[in-house]
């Protein structure tokens, strides 16, 4: 469903990245225990936000794109995040 999703203004949507966590002893955690993710790849995005004079701001992100972002970064939506290009940390 979110992989037809298209955003408006300065919005994308992501798919959050997944990591496996292992202890020392070796048991892998599952996914409800670890800390939410923090990385994920851009699967669409708006055309971006207008300036004060209507021209269009390009994104500085791409579809395809390997993103960092903060915990509590936009609506979580489960395995997806749609979130507005600024709460964008870094492209990996």
């Known amino acids: 469903m979110f992989e037809k999703l298209k ?3 300065d919005r994308i949507v992501v798919k959050k990245t997944y990591h496996e966590h292992k202890t020392a002893a070796g048991l892998y955690m599952p996914y409800e225990t670890q800390e939410k993710p ?3 790849k851009v699967i669409s995005m708006g055309p971006g936000r207008p300036d004060m ?3 269009l701001i390009p994104m500085n992100v791409i579809v395809g794109n390997e993103i960092y972002f903060t915990k509590y ?3 979580d939506c489960g395995d997806y995040i749609i979130m507005r290009e600024d709460e ?3 492209i990996l």
């Open 88 to 90: 964008v940390l870094g």
């Open 53 to 55: 004079n209507g021209n």
């Open 38 to 40: 923090t990385t994920g």
């Open 73 to 75: 970064a936009g609506i």
């Open 7 to 9: 955003p408006l203004g």
